[in-house]
């Protein structure tokens, strides 16, 4: 899939929340606003070479089992959820989206039946 194909005019408009899609070989294929100002504009380019070896063993496992990685971190004083998880094409894996949301210091959790 060419990455021009993929828009998200919603997602520009988001500013506490990167959004970045990418193919099964780890080619950038999308980046919200808020993604290219905390990354930089990587776009067309392959996203494995900054990550470490751990990181790019998670990334190819999400691909391959088609699997989710959820977890948050703190960087730069900003918390944040980040929510990794396979995107379809033809009903197979097409690669991954990033969803790195900044998360307040301290939120309610419901349990809601």
């Not at 396979?86 to 959790?109: C, D, N, Q, R, T």
Request: proline letters at 4%; a neutral charge; one cysteine or more.
């Amino acid at each position: 899939m060419n990455f021009s194909e993929i828009r998200c005019p919603w997602g520009d408009t988001l500013k506490t929340c990167a959004i970045t899609v990418c193919d099964r070989e780890g080619i950038v294929l999308y980046q919200n606003n808020r993604s290219v100002e905390v990354n930089g504009d990587v776009s067309g380019r392959s996203m494995l070479p900054c990550h470490s070896e751990r990181s790019r063993q998670i990334i190819e496992r999400l691909i391959t089992n088609a699997e989710n990685n959820v977890y948050t971190i703190e960087k730069r004083g900003l918390r944040k959820m980040i929510y990794q998880t396979p995107w379809y094409a033809e009903g197979k894996v097409a690669g991954l989206v990033e969803f790195s949301l900044e998360i307040p210091e301290s939120m309610p959790h419901y349990v809601r039946e």
